[in-house]
């Protein structure tokens, strides 16, 4: 049984800085690619960034250069890391974390990013 919990969500004002963490704890195997995903009210989920598990990085371009994204692992357990960097208000949403598998994704339950103009 995979699990990802998630935590770092918050308010801040805009040009602030948070840093979301997930831990991603169970069953999984060693080539995997671990991400973060957002949706805003009535918009689509879509993606912030992601990173394998060689450190291979892909950001979105309405982040690059404001957002960082890292991961690590101990003692089985691999954590993935958003450090979120000159927050704007469109920012703001429900940020998910994303594991994927070579046979499925898994997703957190997601924890919220508000960004006051």
């Known amino acids: 049984q995979v699990q990802l919990v998630e935590s770092g969500g918050g308010l801040v004002q805009a040009g602030g800085s948070l840093r979301l963490s997930c831990a991603a704890s169970?069953?999984?195997?060693?080539?995997?690619?671990m991400g973060w995903y957002r949706q805003a009210p009535g918009k689509q989920r879509e993606l912030v960034a992601t990173i394998t598990s060689v450190r291979s990085t892909n950001y979105a371009d309405t982040v690059k250069g404001r957002f960082t994204i890292s991961r690590s692992r101990d003692n089985g357990k691999n954590t993935v890391y958003l450090q979120m960097d000159s927050l704007k208000p469109e920012d703001a949403a429900v940020y998910y974390c994303?594991?994927?598998?070579?046979?499925?994704?898994?997703w957190g339950q997601g924890t919220h990013v508000t960004v006051s103009s």
């Open positions: 169970g069953s999984i195997f060693s080539s995997n690619t």
């Open positions: 994303n594991l994927q598998l070579p046979y499925r994704d898994y």
